[in-house]
């Protein structure tokens, strides 16, 4: 998982401009409880009664740290994991019928070379980007040299072979950040980028933190529960998984 419950906490109290003292007192909790949970010492209780203060989900919130989504087998698709650090930036790739999509790619020519070498990937049919942040771009002068960037906007659409790829709108995390949506293969997907984890959502400003919110359940939450949500960092999920486990939507 790329967020646990502490990650969670502290990006509402942020995006809502929320002390943790005020949000103590209004869930009638001591603000010793509400530094406790930033801190990482879980308590059940305490979350359910801070959640609502949150505009969080409560029961979600109160079974964050059990939560690991059902892991996605399809044949078609591969989770690229890239070094960044210590920690890694998921690149995504699509392969159906003769072509190879790229989604994203990570945080440098070098990692991204050994990443798509390791996976036998030498050449690439259209590579998109989700959002302009370093570990999501670093690499793409390398992944140019196996294929074209394709250039997309929001409400664009593009068809390659049996796929049509629409991008949608997600800013908040990041300006200008897009989400795709591909038809065409045996299950719906949909590639988010940072706006949304697995349990979790982007951090945003609290300037963004509404539209980013917005933003998902209009592009994201509107599909069905089936959609195989791909995020930038941590694992895949799906529609339905994060209706019922992500405290952010309630």
Not at 133 to 144: C, K, N, P, S, V
């Amino acid at each position: 998982m790329e967020d646990d419950f502490t990650y969670v906490i502290r990006k509402a109290l942020r995006g809502l401009s929320l002390a943790p003292g005020e949000a103590a007192a209004r869930a009638g909790l001591a603000e010793s409880e509400v530094m406790g949970m930033i801190r990482g010492r879980f308590s059940a209780d305490a979350a359910r009664k801070l959640a609502p203060v949150l505009s969080l989900k409560a029961e979600a919130l109160a079974r964050l740290p059990d939560y690991q989504p059902s892991p996605v087998e399809v044949s078609f698709l591969e989770r690229i994991e890239i070094s960044q650090g210590d920690e890694q930036v998921n690149a995504w790739l699509i392969r159906e019928r003769g072509l190879t999509l790229l989604f994203d790619t990570g945080f440098s020519s070098s990692t991204c070379a050994q990443a798509l070498d390791a996976a036998d990937v030498f050449k690439i049919d259209a590579i998109f980007i989700t959002h302009d942040h370093h570990d999501h771009i670093g690499g793409l002068d390398e992944a140019r040299k196996r294929g074209p960037l394709h250039p997309i906007r929001s409400g664009d659409s593009v068809t390659l072979g049996s796929l049509t790829i629409h991008a949608f709108d997600l800013t908040g995390h990041c300006e200008g950040a897009l989400g795709f949506f591909i038809d065409g293969l045996e299950k719906p997907v949909c590639v988010v980028g940072d706006a949304l984890f697995a349990g979790s959502i982007g951090g945003c400003p609290p300037e963004t933190y509404q539209a980013a919110l917005g933003h998902l359940r209009h592009g994201v939450f509107s599909r069905p529960d089936e959609t195989i949500l791909l995020p930038g960092h941590g694992p895949s999920t799906t529609v339905g998984e994060e209706r019922i486990s992500n405290p952010f939507f309630p």
